[in-house]
């Protein structure tokens, strides 16, 4: 059974610092990672997708790579803002054709003034 | 509109009736998930549609829940005799196809706030 976890649980930065969010998951075989964040109270607004033949996907400020061999994701933010505070989720895919999203427990992000 | 959306967004219900969950996804995409989140937990598989295949139902708690979906679009999950332990977000996803070796981006809605009173 694939078992994903995202450490830290909880991370307070000062805004303007670089961060990195780390995803680990047990099951090496999957098809891609998705990192999505959550604002109190919302959704998931999806940030990045990364198909396993993949090393890293970048949008804007974020960055995220895939080490599927050693079973470990990282979500890099620079340049942290106020507005970046949320949950921040990484989930992947067990089966190709859109299986299920098997869900880390979230880093909860918190950039300060 | 162009995303995922779900009916109602709040829910207050009593102990024992029955609720009904609303998901209309994206125009187009042929896999729809419905998630659960208690408070402080992490995000729990409930059930997948997958086309005119059966769905997976492994994730779902008990035999009151339940979930269709119509013409492979809108589903609607139901949940009977609701208990308090039922209260939490339930969310649900869809996404385009993929293939036997990529899986396309999944979008989630904003979810149902269940509360059992």
Redesign the interface.
């Known amino acids: 059974k694939q078992e994903v976890t995202q450490i830290p649980a909880a991370l307070s930065v000062p805004e303007g610092e670089n961060l990195v969010l780390n995803c680990s998951f047990t099951d090496s075989a999957i098809y891609n990672l998705q990192w999505f964040r959550q604002d109190p109270g919302k959704g998931l607004t999806s940030l990045l997708l990364i198909q396993s033949s993949q090393r890293e996907q970048t949008s804007g400020r974020l960055n995220a790579s895939l080490d599927k061999s050693s079973g470990r994701s990282t979500l890099y933010i620079a340049a942290s803002q106020p507005g970046d505070s949320a949950t921040y989720l990484c989930a992947v895919s067990d089966g190709g054709g859109g299986n299920k999203l098997t869900f880390g427990t979230g880093t909860q992000l918190k950039v300060e003034l | 509109g162009a995303g ?1 959306s ?1 009916s109602p967004s709040n829910k207050v219900t009593e102990k024992g009736k029955d609720v009904e969950l609303r998901c209309d996804p994206i125009s187009g995409h ?2 729809l ?1 419905w ?1 659960r989140q208690s408070l402080g ?3 729990e ?1 409930l059930i ?1 549609f ?1 086309g005119n295949s059966a769905p ?1 139902k492994s ?1 779902l708690p008990s035999d009151r829940f339940s979930a269709e979906r119509t013409g492979g679009s809108v589903s609607t999950l139901t949940i009977q005799r609701t208990q308090q332990e039922d209260s939490a977000v339930y ?1 649900c ?1 869809s ?17 149902t ?1 269940l509360t059992v009173v």
């Not at chain 2, 996404?95 to 979810?111: I, P, V, W």
């Open positions: 995922v779900q042929t896999a998930y998630y937990q992490g995000l598989f997948y997958q997976d994730g969310l996803a996404r385009k196809r993929g293939t036997a070796y990529m899986n396309t981006e999944a979008f989630f809605g904003q979810g706030r």
